[in-house]
């Protein structure tokens, strides 16, 4: 995590923990009628190092959703709290927008999010939330 508060996935309405799926094949036993089984993963991340040495960029809590001009991210934020990112390359520039199409779930994104104050109410309200 990006912060050492509370995490913003299980104090919300509905908790969801930072986990991901993961299929594999199962060896091909005369009992094991299925040949690929799909298994969940939590995810834990370890640095050494002060907090305040870190990076303060934000992770990737889920799959990125990658449209034609745009991208979706879904944001574990410093601050503490969950952010969802439509990122264009018109909007917040080329490099930006190329870093986060690659990016996958549980990687840092680096940007620089407003503070908890600054933050729109949806993507729709306002389209310049990230610098």
Same mark, same amino acid.
């Given at each position: 995590c990006p912060h050492e508060l509370p995490c913003p996935q299980l104090t919300a309405s509905k908790p969801l923990a930072? #986990? &991901? $799926?993961?299929? +594999?094949?199962?060896i091909p036993f005369s009992w094991n009628k299925k040949k690929?089984? *799909?298994?969940? &993963? $939590?995810m834990v991340i370890l640095a050494r190092? #002060?907090? *305040?040495e870190a990076? /303060?960029?934000p992770r990737i809590t889920q799959? =990125? @959703?990658?449209?034609p001009r745009h991208v979706h991210c879904h944001l574990c934020c410093p601050d503490g709290h969950m952010q969802h990112a439509v990122i264009t390359a018109r909007q917040h520039g080329?490099? @930006? +927008? /190329?870093?986060? /199409? =690659? #990016? $996958?779930?549980?990687? @840092? @994104?680096p940007v620089i999010t407003p #503070? *908890? $104050?600054e933050l729109p109410l949806s993507p729709a309200d306002d389209k310049d939330f990230l610098t």
């Open positions: 930072c #986990s &991901f $799926s993961q299929a +594999y094949h199962c690929q089984k *799909e298994e969940k &993963f $939590s190092g #002060s907090p *305040e990076n /303060r960029w799959p =990125v @959703l990658k449209r080329r490099d @930006l +927008y /190329r870093c986060a /199409r =690659v #990016s $996958s779930w549980g990687d @840092l @994104l #503070s *908890e $104050s």
